[in-house]
């Protein structure tokens, strides 16, 4: 069974920095696609960052190029995303997401994703 679990949210200031973890489990971790996702109050989920399938990638969507970096570990199944120079638009909440099969930058389209987290929330204020 898929289990994805988020961590790391918070409220910090604009500027600030703050790292997303989420531990995989239930799948060949390795194999799947999966990326980062998030939903801002009243607008429409969107992707974030992402890896294809079997370790394509990664992928950024062009409001988050040069400040986040996703990475991975495989021997511990989790994914990471480094959010740097955090802005109030970065405010939603984030979702980890996977399917196992992603080709290249189709991993950011929520639609493709069959197995979600329940998300963290994070919060850019000052």
């Known amino acids: 069974q898929v289990h994805l679990e988020e961590s790391g949210g918070g409220l910090v200031q604009p500027g600030a920095s703050l790292k997303l973890s989420c531990a995989a489990s239930?799948?060949?971790?390795?194999?799947?696609?999966i990326g980062w996702f998030r939903q801002a109050p009243g607008k429409e989920r969107e992707g974030v960052s992402c890896?294809?399938?079997?370790?394509?990638?990664?992928f950024y969507a062009d409001s988050v190029k040069g400040r986040f970096t996703i990475s991975r570990d495989n021997a511990r199944q989790t994914l990471y995303l480094q959010m740097n120079s955090l802005e109030p638009d970065d405010t939603a909440v984030y979702y980890c997401?996977?399917?196992?099969?992603?080709?290249?930058?189709?991993?950011?389209?929520?639609?493709?994703?069959?197995?979600w987290g329940k998300g963290t929330l994070v919060t850019v204020s000052s």
């Open positions: 890896f294809s399938s079997l370790g394509g990638g990664p």
């Open positions: 239930g799948f060949t971790f390795d194999f799947y696609g």
């Open positions: 997401a996977t399917n196992p099969v992603l080709y290249g930058r189709n991993c950011l389209e929520p639609g493709g994703l069959e197995y």
